[in-house]
């Protein structure tokens, strides 16, 4: 098979759709289809993973029980973190919006299977750690595509690891990496919310990149 020419004009875009992928948390109400969810999802699923072990698994949060549960843990998380800033940083912390668990239509839990025996354990001996990573690489994959069909996608991270994995009912050997909201954004910014909200500004390129 002819591989494809990505051109400058695709290279432009794919440029401009990085900028503007976003961590979404204002969603509307109305629903995503679902043939759209499942397309997104096998696009995440060709994300590289370390010895071709494919561990993610993607668990599609839709009873009433499950998602109380994450909005449950969600503001005891974020209560508690709360506690932890003090001054203008914990003014500033509690006016932000950090979830769209109210609002989005889709919730998704995706999690590594750590006792997976795909890949036969090629490249886990000395990083196990990267069976996480490559769920990662599944996550960003699935921002990207998202955000090309012009869907919001947020990971919300205040929350109870344990409470969503026994609320789920999924395997033991099954670690949550992302907890996601996805539907359509109600609105589009090329800057992150918490820049644009002064929580913290960008570090460019020249102060992140070091040679010996």
Partial sequence: MTP???DQAFRAKFHDL?????????FRTDPLDPKL?????????HAPSVGFSQPWRFV???SAACRA????????????????????????YAGLKLAGLKEAPVQLAIFCDEETTTGGGL?????PESLRYSVVTAVQTLWLAA???GVGMGWISI???DIITRGLAVPASWKLVAYLCMGWPAEEHLDPELERHHWEVRHYTGDLVFTR
């Fill in 60 to 62: 599609k949060v839709e």
């Fill in 159 to 161: 929350l109870d690891p």
């Fill in 147 to 149: 955000r090309a069909e």
């Fill in 18 to 26: 990085v900028l503007w992928r976003r961590d979404v948390r204002r």
């Fill in 4 to 6: 494809p020419v990505f």
């Fill in 69 to 92: 549960a994450a909005m449950e843990s969600f503001l005891a998380a974020n209560a508690r973190a709360l506690e932890g800033y003090e001054g203008e940083h914990r003014t500033t």
């Fill in 37 to 45: 969810l499942d397309d997104l999802i096998e696009i995440a699923t």
């Fill in 123 to 127: 490249g886990r001996q000395t990083m």
